[in-house]
T-cell receptor, first 114, second 113 residues
């Protein structure tokens, strides 16, 4: 298994509070991704990173920001959490970013916004 | 606009029989396709992939078929086992897209003992 950890694994928070999720990898892969999984939607890309300090938006980026100050860490921040951001969040990594590169996923973080 | 479609939300098969999971795509730029398996409370795990230069890729009990003209791929599992019961996601990417994957909504496979 690829060395990917996510923290926390579960979090309950209130509307309007800031939340930061962390993804940590030990594979030294260049690319890192944040997805959310919701019933009826599959996996949707929030943001991704193609190197330290290099990030870009995915298809559902509104309300989220990311940062990558080190190769191994990719942070996802909800500046002011809303109930619509209740979801399961997955981090993924890949090595090449060449379009034929496999992504490997972390175990997920279940976030509930009350 | 859903570019990767898994139109059947669920599939139930008998143990030992073949499971066929289907996936359609609309973006002609997609040239790499993957299947992931997901158990509850776990992250998706990579299962098998196929490049657009091939029409078939096999790995043990799992075979993926690609029909580019129909923009259709399928995953065959033979023989199906109860441990195969999971959600299966089809995903696709295009060259030069930073390996961004577009996922289908998933199919829940149940294998009955």
């Amino acid at each position: 298994d690829a060395g990917i950890t996510q923290s926390p694994r579960h979090k309950v928070t209130e509307t309007g509070t800031p939340v930061t999720l962390r993804c940590h990898q030990t594979e030294n892969h260049r690319y890192m991704y944040w997805y959310r999984q919701d019933p009826g939607h599959g996996l949707r890309l929030i943001h991704y990173s193609y190197g330290v300090k290099d990030t870009d938006k995915g298809e559902v980026s509104d309300g989220y920001s990311v940062s990558r100050s080190k190769t191994e860490d990719f942070l996802l921040t909800l500046e002011s959490a809303t109930s619509s951001q209740t979801s399961v969040y997955f981090c993924a990594i890949s090595d090449g970013g060449l379009g034929t590169d496999t992504q490997y996923f972390g175990p997920g973080t279940r976030l509930t916004v009350l | 606009d859903q570019q990767v479609k898994q139109n059947s939300p669920s599939l139930s098969v008998q143990e030992g029989r073949i499971s066929i999971l289907n996936c359609d795509y609309t973006n002609s730029m997609f040239d790499y396709f993957l299947w992931y398996k997901k158990y509850p409370a776990e992250g998706p795990t990579f299962l098998i992939s196929i490049s657009s230069i091939k029409d078939k890729n096999e790995d043990g009990r799992f075979t993926v078929f690609l029909n580019k003209s129909a923009k259709h791929l399928s995953l065959h599992i033979v023989p199906s086992q109860p441990g195969d019961s999971a959600v299966y996601f089809c995903a696709a990417s295009a060259a030069g897209a930073n390996s961004k994957l577009t996922f289908g909504k998933g199919i829940t496979l149940s294998v009955r003992p």
